[in-house]
């Protein structure tokens, strides 16, 4: 047997600090948009998995929170999910942004790292190459090199698309031989309806600052399918803020705000189902939800 009738399959996951790149990178390697990302840190939320299909192998990646110091019950519950990733995974790519200093955050990161490196290969990621000259870059590899050992070091660009496919390779060199896992053609083993949420909840993340990002929350509650129409599908959700006066700020002068965030979800919606929508959105308050185990557990944590 060649080596190019080896077929592997198998799971990566991207790790990092909040805001380094991990979702944006995982869509571009996936070739579509499976996870929402934005220049809010710890966006993501869920281990999220992005199915890569190649001729020689299927590469599952599961796109991690950014992992950070957690100040609520919602970031320990996240934090936890990576570790927990971590022991599930046939390699480990660590991400960190050419525009910032390696610094204490991914130097705990790596601290972490170590202990399951013994097993797992963890490859060094230097992300977002497109916002630095190129010595910056082999700076940045050289510095990233002083806190572990890695199996290989990377330099990509999500938005150039810089060396994705060299990312994509090294990553299935890691994995196992194995058959295909999933169905050709499937990107993601998310639900609809959580994909659905989170469009929402990414449009909402727009133009919003300081603590509330952190404070939104989006649920469907329901998708039905218009009784007297076949070709439009009636979505109802709901956003979660957790004071009034977020709710205030949210929903915005006269619904202006609110209505901008519906007519920004509802154009990616209707990309995701082929199908036009009705998205009826309201905005509800779960008092301090992240720190609050009963609601968390409503809200799928
Ligand atoms: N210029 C540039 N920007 C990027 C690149 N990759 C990601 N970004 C931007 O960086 C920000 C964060 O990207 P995300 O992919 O959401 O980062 P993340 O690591 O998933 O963040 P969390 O989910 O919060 O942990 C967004 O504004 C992206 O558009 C890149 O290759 N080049
Ligand atoms: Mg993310």
């Known amino acids: 047997m060649t080596s190019s009738d080896v077929h592997r399959s198998g799971f990566a996951c991207f790790v990092g600090r909040p805001n380094a790149g991990k979702s944006t990178l995982t869509n571009r390697l996936v070739g579509s948009k499976v996870a929402i990302t934005s220049s809010k840190p710890q966006t993501t939320r869920h281990a999220i998995r992005g199915i890569v299909h190649r001729p020689d192998a299927q590469l599952i990646i599961v796109d991690t929170p950014g992992l950070h110091r957690p100040r609520t019950l919602l970031g320990r519950r996240l934090n936890d999910l990576v570790y927990e990733t971590w022991s599930e995974v046939d390699v480990v790519g660590f991400c960190v ?34 916002l630095v000259p190129k010595e910056q870059v082999a700076q940045q590899l050289l510095d990233l090199q002083q806190v572990m050992d890695f199996a290989d070091l990377v330099p990509v660009s999500a938005v150039d698309s810089f060396q994705v496919d060299v990312l994509s390779d090294l990553l299935v060199q890691q994995l196992p031989e194995g058959p295909q896992l999933y169905p050709d053609g499937e990107l993601t083993d998310e639900p609809e309806t959580t994909l659905i949420a989170e469009l929402i909840r990414e449009a909402a993340l727009e133009g919003v600052r300081d603590e509330l990002p952190h404070s939104l929350a989006v649920t ?23 004071r009034q006066s977020q709710k205030s700020i949210v929903i915005g002068k006269g619904g202006e705000r609110l209505r901008a965030v519906g007519t920004q979800a509802r154009k990616h919606i209707q990309a995701l189902l082929g199908s036009k929508i009705y998205l009826d959105l309201h905005v509800k308050v779960a008092k301090d939800w992240q720190r609050d185990p009963r609601q968390l557990r409503k809200l799928g944590f």
């Open 97 to 130: 942004p050419a525009d910032q200093k390696v610094g204490p955050g991914d130097k705990f990161i790596a601290e972490q790292l170590k202990k399951v490196a013994r097993r797992t290969p963890v490859l060094g990621i230097v992300t977002k190459t497109d």
């Open 220 to 242: 469907v509650e329901e998708m039905i399918p218009r009784e007297d129409r076949d070709d439009l599908i009636d979505v109802h959700a709901v956003v979660y803020v957790e």
